[in-house]
Every structure is written in structure tokens, then in C-alpha cells.
């Protein structure tokens, strides 16, 4: 980590954005969402099934674009990109951890998390798993560097997805429902280690989630109802 200050303003400022799917029928996924994500801050958001939370992370994410409005990552505006630039923007500062892990099955937990690093191609191969080794050290993983993903445990693979999402020193890691697929101590574990990655690393993290015991960790949550944004609304502790 650097030592000199991070630049002012916020990580992410999303202003009046919308998206919509076109067809015979529009449907009309996140509607005219305003927010700013700061820097080293632990953001949930939530709300019900089909509100929308998984579709503004992906706006965030650069994964889908916006029909209407703009998005600023870092001060940049992202939507002066063409797709190489958003390719490499991805790469190089965003990381991203999903309620199903991805991992490459044929690869190792290694190979897994020093594959961004060599397709950024900043580092040489060596130091590419080197920095790989490391990461993974830092999530509990001494010992499992070459095991392939059939042969960890549930929550061994969201570790090396959370090193994976490391890998290339992104400024915000981006989690759609990271512990849907874990069990309560698994989960638990994810949870601290995101919320660390803010207080550690100075990370900013925002993360959909379904569990208020996973969002009572974030520093802010933000509701997310009919694809806009609901500060009134809570999860029901029924449910």
C-alpha cells in the first residue's frame, strides 16, 4: 500500500442512472439511482427479490452499462469508455466476488488468482505467483496453493475468489451475494474478511447481500426497492 494520501472525492458518484432492457415490453431494472460510494467504505445494499441490487452492481462493476445517467470511478467517467478501455479499467481497478465463485475447475487455487495478474501483464510471471502466494498466505490458504477447486471446501474457494479479486490491487472490490452458498461459520469468516479489506487495505467494498448479519458488519446500507433507491426500507427479521 502506498503511503501518500488518496486522491479527494468519492470512489464511485453515479449520478441519475437508469437501466433498461429493451424488447417488446421494456423492463426497466434500476431507475435513476443517485449515489456516492467513498473511499475505504464497507457498503451493503439490500432489499427484496427482483428490486434490483444485482443489476446496480453491475453498473457499479462496469459489467452492464447505463441507459441513461453517467457513473465516475476514481474521478473518471467511465462512460467516455470504449470497450478496451472498460476491459482494461476492470482489470486494473475493479475486483469482483460472486455468491458462485467462478473459479477455473482445470486450474489450481494459484493459477486461479494469478491469472488477472498476468493478463495485466504488470508483473513477470514469477512475480505474478509470487503475489498470487502471498495473497493467498494472507486468506488461510498455506498448504492448498495447488489444489484445484473440486478439492477445497465451500468457503477455502470464496478465500481464493477474495484473493482472486485482490490480485490486481483494484480500488473496490464488488460482492453480489458472497455468502448465499456458505454455511453460517463460512459465512461469517467472508463477512469479516470483506469488512477487513476496508480497515486493512483501505478497500472500498460494497456488497448485495440478502443477510442483515452480514450487513450489520457495513459501515452504510443502502435499500434498494422497484430499482430505486428505499433508505426506509429494512429486511423482514421474520423472513
Known sequence: ????????????????????????????????????IERGEFVCVMGPSGSGKSSLLYLLGLLDGPTQGRIWIDGEDT????????????LARLGYVFQFHFLLPEFSALDNVSLPIRKLGRLPDQAAEAR???????????????KKPSQLSGGQRQRV????????????????????NLDSAASANVR??????????????????????????????????DGRIDMAWRPDPSA
Open 161 to 180: 475468489a477474495i484473493a482472486r479479486a485482490l490480485a490486481n490491487d483494484p480500488l473496490v472490490i464488488l460482492a453480489d451475494e458472497p455468502t448465499g
Open 79 to 90: 462512460g467516455d469508455f470504449d470497450d478496451d478501455r472498460l476491459t482494461d479499467f476492470r
Open 192 to 225: 469479516d474478511m470483506l469488512r477487513d479489506l476496508t480497515r486493512d487495505f483501505g478497500k472500498s467494498v460494497v456488497a448485495v447481500t440478502h443477510d442483515a448479519d452480514f450487513a450489520s458488519a457495513a459501515d452504510r446500507c443502502i435499500g434498494i426497492v
Open 1 to 36: 500500500m502506498s503511503a501518500a494520501s488518496p486522491p479527494a472525492g468519492p470512489v464511485i458518484r453515479v449520478e441519475h442512472v437508469t437501466r433498461t432492457l429493451e424488447g417488446e415490453v421494456p423492463v426497466t431494472l434500476v431507475k435513476d439511482v443517485s449515489l456516492q
Open 132 to 146: 498470487a502466494a502471498e495473497l493467498l498466505d494472507q486468506f488461510g490458504l498455506e498448504g492448498h496453493h495447488r
